[in-house]
């Protein structure tokens, strides 16, 4: 039996990709695509079955893709219907983020550079009740240190593109906010963490 599958991501051609390896497989069908918050709940909203798994990024545009996750919850209750699995596929891998994540309902966490074979065993795992995270995840939420909770989300979000090198004008760009909010985001996280360079950060 073919189980139905949502995804939630802002980037276009990311779903496509997405929705082109999920069907490869002969076992999924994507029943919907959404690129907004708004966009997702107004798919769950109209489907007249819930899918069997939510794929669903953290960045979308401006908005957190998390705050999808009570809309979830409030929605099956209010129709009181089994909420289907909730999988994050993230490009963000910081220990608050996947915490949060868990948290807030998410049955796994993933990142986007996974291998196929990785995507569909965390997919198996989450729709057979499990919850899936990577080795390396889960090593690195056993080695966080205290530090990260300091942090707002966008902070993190921050923090993380500085940890893959981008230069302010890139982390800008690539979350969508004016340059002198992303020089506040780090001023703050020098502030907080005592760091006196980038290559400080880099640590954390």
Request: charged residues 15%; without cysteine.
């Given at each position: 039996m073919m189980q139905s599958v949502l995804l939630i991501d802002d980037h276009p051609m990311l779903n496509y990709g997405l929705a082109s390896c999920l069907e490869e497989t002969g076992r999924f069908v994507v029943c919907g695509q959404a690129e907004s918050l708004a966009?997702?709940?107004?798919?769950v909203e109209n489907l007249k079955t819930l899918p069997a798994l939510v794929i669903l990024d953290i960045l979308l545009g401006e908005e957190n893709g998390?705050?999808?996750?009570p809309f979830l919850e409030s929605f099956c209750g209010g129709k009181n219907k089994p909420k289907p699995p909730v999988l994050v596929c993230s490009v963000l891998e910081d220990p608050f983020r996947i915490r949060t994540a868990l948290k807030m309902g998410a049955c796994g966490y993933i990142s986007k550079t996974s291998s196929k074979a990785e995507l569909i065993n965390a997919i198996d795992t989450v729709l057979d009740g499990g919850m899936y995270l990577s080795s390396e995840h889960n090593e690195m939420l056993e080695e966080s240190s205290s530090?990260?909770?300091q942090f707002t989300m966008r902070e993190l979000d921050v923090l993380n593109c500085?940890?893959?090198n981008k230069t302010n004008q890139?982390?800008?760009k690539f979350l969508q906010i004016n340059l002198r909010t992303v020089e506040n985001h780090i001023s703050n996280i020098y502030f907080k963490t005592g760091a006196s360079g980038r290559q400080d950060l880099l640590k954390l």
């Open positions: 966009q997702a709940m107004r798919n998390l705050d999808f996750l530090v990260h909770s500085i940890k893959q890139q982390i800008a």
